[in-house]
């Protein structure tokens, strides 16, 4: 968070200065305008909060792994969303504290504001508040993409527990994934029996690695509910005899 901070403040500063341009009715100019950020730092806040909030990001999800034990997992917030709250409390503190009043509130060459000038004016609020609306809005949505998860994952552990795995075939994929893209989208098509002695089959579209991909005529590893077998949303397939719910989940990219 205190990365996002100094990141924040080199960000005030850079909107301080357009804010007091737009305020004079500037288009360019050469001279820093007083904004409560000295240029020395807003140098600073861009040449090291950039490289230092990647830094503190790889330490903060390696640590956030160990902690956790699981190195596909994020407890609580992002590093994105802490930097994110960083930069909100300094373009705060920034816009409402720091940035300077018009010489002339309301009034430039003799003229009222018009409703530009106002919302430039309202910057100082506006742009704060839309920061930390963004910062409320990803931290929500994170919440509810792992919350999705874990429940995905919850089903698939009592659907391992409760339900049947069988071995089934690949019958069709609609190409080879290429060794020069990290991911391919594939449609492909599996077949399975159920325990009643009917085929089933079944049509997904997912991401797949040049290495590990579907191939027509491999058997793949169905796990499906024998009470309701052609309840697509309880139907999961890995491409190993795996017994981890983590290879029988949706794979994307």
Do not use: C
Request: charged residues 20%; without cysteine.
């Amino acid at each position: 968070m205190l990365v996002g901070v100094l990141l924040g403040i080199a960000v005030g500063a850079l909107v301080g200065q357009l804010r007091a341009m737009a305020m004079l009715g500037l288009n360019e100019t050469s001279e820093w305008f007083d904004n409560g950020v000295p240029l020395w730092l807003f140098v600073v806040g861009l040449v090291v909060g950039i490289p230092l909030m990647f830094a503190a990001a790889v330490n903060y999800n390696s640590w956030n792994h160990r902690y956790s034990g699981n190195p596909d997992r994020i407890i609580g917030v992002t590093a994105a969303v802490l930097a994110m709250a960083g930069v909100s409390v300094a373009l705060w503190i920034i816009g409402m504290v720091l940035w300077p009043e018009p010489e002339t509130f309301g009034v430039r060459d003799r003229s009222e504001w018009d409703g530009a000038e106002w919302t430039v004016y309202w910057m100082k609020a506006w742009g704060p508040a839309l920061v930390t609306a963004a910062t409320v809005l990803m931290a929500l949505g994170g919440a509810t993409v792992r919350r999705n998860r874990d429940r995905r994952r919850a089903e698939l552990e009592h659907l391992m527990a409760t339900g049947r795995r069988v071995p089934g075939v690949v019958t069709e994929i609609s190409r080879t994934p290429s060794p020069e893209a990290s991911k391919t989208q594939l449609n492909w098509t599996f077949s399975f029996p159920d325990d009643e002695g009917n085929t089933r089959w079944v049509e997904r579209q997912e991401f797949f690695t040049a290495e590990s991909h579907p191939v027509v005529g491999a058997t793949v590893w169905v796990l499906f509910d024998p009470a309701d077998p052609g309840n697509l949303s309880r139907i999961h397939a890995s491409l190993t005899d795996s017994d981890d719910p983590a290879d029988y989940t949706t794979r994307g990219m």
